[in-house]
């Protein structure tokens, strides 16, 4: 896999002097990035609410996803996944919090296809199959099949799995916002998802959850109530998860940086590997893992940024950073 050199593509604003040689500028301005399921694109929005796009990761050409069909004013797009068809799941409306769950058909000849379904964080979709998981008001989980009649796709077996009403963990019963994020590959009968919350002193926090969609058995995998842990992608072994972190300096999401979290349930295997805290103003965050499980999309943002906006998109290379034999 060949990607952009740094002299071509200047990514956000972050000093590139402060760049190690394995961390590589790819998009100038974007925020959540997603790989393509050969690892050839990374699709991308060009803000909160704007369009989608997708950038060749080897040529750096880009073509937009979006924008070529009529929608109304001031509505725009807050997630983009590839479905394991290779058709698109978007969502999007006139705010974050009213995007609607949509599905459009990867020849783009037509717009996506709407449906009465808010999805307000995540959702957490399979890279396997056409499951997915959603969460409308960060109360409730729920999990659905994507199914096609006469071409067109529907939501079937919509089930919910989680209620924040509920959830009790090794004797601990939390009750904070909560967020799928992935399946766990490769069997995929677990759902990694987050559990918010908040310290005595009423930092922000994020722990890592597991749900086994066989059992029902809930698992506290960071196990640091102290500090942020949001999963965010998944290696393709389902050993390790990426998560944003605030270990090194446990003062919240504005000092932030991405570590890698084994799924043991020890709560103690981190490995750092961003820096981007390190700098006054600075942080990175939401990170995703390309199916070979040799390279890292992430981005960008500065530290008193909305959650999620992202300045900027960059790759990091395993294998030349070291990380793959810690």
């Known amino acids: ?54 950038i060749d990761v080897k040529s750096g050409k880009k073509r937009a996803i979006t924008g070529h069909y009529k929608r109304p004013a001031n509505y725009g797009y ?105 399946f766990r590959p490769p069997a995929e009968k677990e759902l990694i998802w987050a559990q918010y919350g908040n310290t005595k002193t009423g930092i922000f926090t994020s722990e890592t959850f597991g749900y086994n969609l066989e059992t029902g058995a809930i698992i506290n995998y960071s196990k640091s109530p102290d500090q942020y842990d949001e999963p965010e992608g998944i290696f393709p072994d389902g050993k390790y998860t990426l998560i944003e972190c605030d270990k090194h300096n446990p003062l919240g999401t504005s000092k932030i940086d991405i570590y890698r979290l084994k799924l043991d349930g020890s709560g103690k295997d981190y490995l750092r590997l961003t820096r981007f805290s390190d700098v006054p103003g600075f942080r990175s965050s939401n990170p995703v893992v390309s199916d070979d499980g040799f390279f890292i999309a992430f981005q960008e943002s500065r530290s008193d940024s909305p959650p999620g906006a992202g300045e900027g998109l960059y790759i990091l290379d395993l294998r030349k950073g070291g990380f793959l034999s810690k």
């Open 78 to 182: 807050y997630r983009a996944m590839y479905l394991a068809n290779g058709d698109y799941l978007l969502t999007g409306g006139p705010r974050r919090h009213e995007a609607y769950l949509q599905i459009m058909d990867k020849s783009l000849t037509k717009p996506p296809k709407v449906f009465d379904v808010i999805v307000r964080e995540g959702p957490a979709v399979s890279r396997k199959t056409l499951k997915i998981s959603f969460t409308e008001k960060q109360e409730k989980i729920w999990v659905a099949d994507i199914v096609y009649k006469n071409g067109e796709p529907e939501l079937a077996n919509r089930k919910l799995i989680i209620d924040n009403n509920n959830v009790t963990v090794d004797g601990i019963k939390y009750h904070g916002m909560i967020e799928p994020q992935n």
């Open 1 to 54: 896999m060949f990607f952009l050199l740094s002299s071509v593509c200047v990514a956000g604003t972050f000093p590139k002097e402060k760049l190690p040689s394995y961390i590589t500028p790819i998009v100038e301005v974007g925020q959540r990035a997603e790989w393509s399921h050969d690892g050839s694109k990374i699709m991308y929005l060009t803000r909160a609410g704007g369009e989608v796009y997708e």
